[in-house]
């Protein structure tokens, strides 16, 4: 047994490739796993347009002037802001990719702030910011939309605390008495303790005819305040609940829901397997028979060779998918009526996928090691299309990009969903058919390099 | 060599100064001989003599660094040593996918003959994995025969095979050169196979051709007192040099 365990150990320092796979692989893995569970999303970028006057930017809570500036850069504190100075700069910037998303801050919210928090003036509409993005799928909208939405969130807890506190002042001077400012103009509230005591002089003191006009009127306008303040009270618990309102902008965004989402996703790792190992395994069995060399010499060209097996799998690939969007319609609802761009897009990822299948068939000796090398690629692939753009900026976050977009699943996930949606399909099915160039002139490269040997 | 094989015949093949390279080994240096119709030349020598590689560039497999072949590979039959046919198609799947492939006027025609040649009538629709190693080798050289060449490959045929399977194949081999229509040349390192069987033989080493004519020749070459042609064959390599 010894021996046997020293000869085994011997073959793999003899094999550096496969040792190098079984050390690189599951650190790769790992590593993408690591990222995505517990690195909490680096700061995006985020264009933040404050259209308030600079001399209008505090608003006035319980007699305390408070800058509605302090509350915005809360809204910042887990995104990189990049200060522009008006919506349609935002909005570009967005456009143009410069930006994850924008907020835009209108000129009267900070009026309209101070109004929702008057008692006075109530009736007008809460503020109102808006949240712009760009998405290029639900999943990216989602993350965008969720991160600024908790900020917001977070930043109208702080404004509902100090509302709160206006309103416990509000309460005090209605129960104690006191004075508060509307409008430039201090009025004096007799509190309700105090208006007991009132009525119960008056009505002790005076002869039953004799009228007290002073102290009834007194009465007459507090009771008539507190009912009026009794009226206000939903409103003021609205705004102490959510002081500032959200409206989301998604800028040239697809119609694409998370259930599209969910179908594209299962529909393109379906077809991933089935291609990429149909058209590998498929094309190492031509070699694994030693019928290659018999085919290649003379019989079918190399690149026929290519394109039979690559056509084998997108048609066992886009017939698999295409089973499974029908199954799906039946289910969810979908719209019959895209079927043709169904079939455009299942068409193309299908032969995207084959055409990478055939480049591993080409790369390995035998059907197994096609079949593992194939399944070795997916997985990574597959989860690494699936980190939303900007979830992980920088480097690692730049390599994420490139390696989707010279892999056919992210266009394959987009172009699916694009079809089921009903949005534009056409970028991600040039995508796909540029990849498939790509990587049948790489196969044939490597069917050439290895020779009719096989 | 069959009866109607003489010198003045025109060669069914020809190499002419073949040679090939690989990196920095010399595989072949200036290969040259020609094969008559209905020859039977065997090619032996050492491991790593390069007779694969010769077959390789007369079937066309491999392009030669120099040098020329008279025949296109179209025209020529290929035999590897391995089966080079689908395990989990029949005898008569086999045949028919490479008879249409081959492009033959004919394709059920030549799938017909091909069964009679080798004798697998009964056998057509059964898939090749269960057939025995000596039944699938006849298929694999069958289906080099589909296109009716004139001339055929085969790389160490028996190799793979029992005394009684070589026998059969033997006797399917010898039949084909009868009558003359089809020259075999075939790869081996069993030198009494190429003594019983060959019209003459190539003896290369290091790629270098170092003898071609009959086993008897060969034989007279280093005196014709070894016991047998296989102490002949290696008492003529060390003479050389090998």
Known sequence: ?454 | MTASATATQAPAIAARAVSRRFGDRQALREVTFEALPGELVAIIGPNGAGKTTLLSILGGLQKPSGGEVSRSPREVGWVPQQTAIYAKLTVRENLALFARLEKVDDPAGAVGRALELTGLHERADDVLSELSGGNRQRVNIAVGLLADPPVLLLDEPSSALDPRQRERLWTFITGLVEGGRTTVLWSTHDVGEAERHADRVLVLADGELLFTGSPQALHAEVGGTERDFEAAFVRFLHERGH
């Open chain 1, 1 to 454: 047994m010894r021996h046997l365990l020293v000869k085994d150990l011997r073959i793999l320092r003899r094999s550096p490739l496969l040792v190098g796979l079984l050390v690189v692989y599951p650190l790769v893995v790992a590593l993408l796993i690591g990222f995505a569970l517990t690195r909490g999303p680096e700061k995006p970028r985020v264009a933040l347009a404050n259209e308030v006057p600079a001399t209008a930017s505090t608003i006035n809570l319980g007699g305390e002037e408070i800058d509605i500036g302090d509350y915005a850069q809360r809204l910042f504190a887990s995104v990189e802001p990049v200060e522009v100075d008006t919506r349609e700069e935002a909005v570009e910037l967005v456009r143009s990719g410069d930006v994850l998303g924008a907020l835009v801050i209108p000129e009267d919210a900070t009026r309209r702030l101070q109004e929702a928090v008057n008692l006075g003036s109530v009736g007008g509409d809460p503020p109102q910011v808006e949240v712009i993005v760009n998405t290029q799928g639900p999943l990216q909208g989602t993350f965008v939309d969720s991160l600024i939405q908790t900020q917001l969130l977070q930043a109208n807890t702080a404004l509902s605390e100090r509302a709160t506190q206006a309103a416990a002042e509000y309460l005090d001077i209605l129960l104690s008495g006191g004075s508060f400012t509307l409008l430039g103009q201090s009025i004096d509230i007799l509190g309700l303790q105090r208006s007991v005591q009132v009525l119960e002089g008056v009505r002790q003191s005076l002869p039953e005819d004799d009228p007290q006009r002073e102290a009834i009127e007194q009465v007459q306008n507090f009771a008539q305040l507190a009912v009026d303040n009794l009226d206000f009270s939903d409103e003021i618990l609205s705004t102490i609940n959510s002081p500032v309102q959200v409206e989301t902008t998604r800028l040239e965004a697809g119609t694409a829901t998370l259930d599209d989402f969910t179908i594209a996703v299962a529909v393109s790792v379906s077809l991933m397997f089935v291609c990429l190992l149909l058209a590998a395994g498929m094309l190492a069995l031509e070699r694994e028979e030693n019928a290659f060399g018999r085919l290649v010499r003379g019989l079918v060209s190399r690149l026929g060779v290519v394109v039979e097996k690559l056509g084998l799998a997108a048609l066992c690939g886009g017939a698999v998918g295409a089973i499974m969007l029908v199954g799906l319609a039946v289910f969810l609802d979908l719209d019959f009526a895209r079927a043709p761009a169904w079939l455009a897009a299942l068409a193309l990822a299908s032969l995207a996928f084959g055409a990478l299948g055939v480049l591993v068939g080409a790369l390995a000796r035998d059907v197994r090691a096609a079949s593992l090398l194939a399944f070795l690629l997916s997985l990574p692939l597959a989860f690494l299309a699936l980190v939303p753009p900007g979830a992980v900026t920088g480097v690692v976050g730049t390599v994420i990009e490139v390696v989707s977009a010279v892999f056919p699943f992210a266009p394959t996930l987009e172009a699916v969903q694009a079809a089921i949606a009903g949005d534009a399909l056409l970028a991600p099915l040039v995508h796909l058919a540029i990849l498939l160039v790509a990587f049948t002139a790489l196969a044939r490269l490597a069917l050439t390099r290895f020779g009719a040997s096989g």
